[in-house]
């Protein structure tokens, strides 16, 4: 099956720091999810982006299929940031995503 | 619009017993998908199922078991239960080539 590699595994970043995870995978896919999981287990959909560059507040992705690589980018972190932020790729166009093992980020004061 | 609706949020279970976990898909969304997550493994793919039918299916025992209603609301089941299924439960919905959405979990204790 499809693999999907994030990096770094863990960041550990002063408020308002910027930062750059990374998503890698290795086959083409049609679907790609950046999430992230608070503290209570809760999974909150930040980009749906197959391609393409999007921006959302302080958040942004940019995925670049052809290079089966996507970029999430956090400007001027806060601790509400806190948690650990999922790529998730598909191959088709429904519900079966394979995540990958996730950047655990701690923004401190 | 309500959201996806997981219930219950806790069950602590025993050895050997089984469990029914409920999901209630967002209004309107025909799809819906289990993921187990525990520390070692992280999120994995369980089912999916679309109108009443199952569309994929992961890499499980054949006890973990689901079935999605007419109303599009979905249950899963594990049967003879391993102290290894203990986990945190997630059920999404979605339309095709929309977001998933998750629910809050079911945190499953096997003792």
Known sequence: GIQVEQSPPDLILQEGANSTLRCNFSDSVNNLQWFHQNPWGQLINLFYIPSGTKQNGRLSATTVATERYSLLYISSSQTTDSGVYFCAVSTDSWGKFQFGAGTQVVVTP | ?111
């Not at chain 2, 054949?62 to 997630?90: I, P």
């Not at chain 2, 095709?96 to 499953?108: D, E, I, Q, Y």
């Open chain 2, 1 to 111: 619009k309500a959201g996806v609706t997981q219930t219950p949020r806790y069950l602590i279970k025993t050895r050997g017993q089984q469990v029914t976990l409920s999901c209630s898909p967002i209004s309107g969304h025909r799809s819906v998908s289990w993921y187990q997550q525990t520390p070692g493994q992280g999120l994995q793919f369980l089912f999916e199922y679309f109108s009443e039918t199952q569309r994929n299916k992961g890499n499980f025992p054949g006890r973990f078991s689901g079935r999605q209603f007419s109303n599009s609301r979905s249950e899963m089941n594990v049967s003879t239960l391993e102290l290894g299924d203990s986990a945190l439960y997630l059920c999404a919905s979605s339309q095709s080539g929309t977001p998933l959405h998750f629910g809050n979990g079911t945190r499953l204790t096997v003792t």
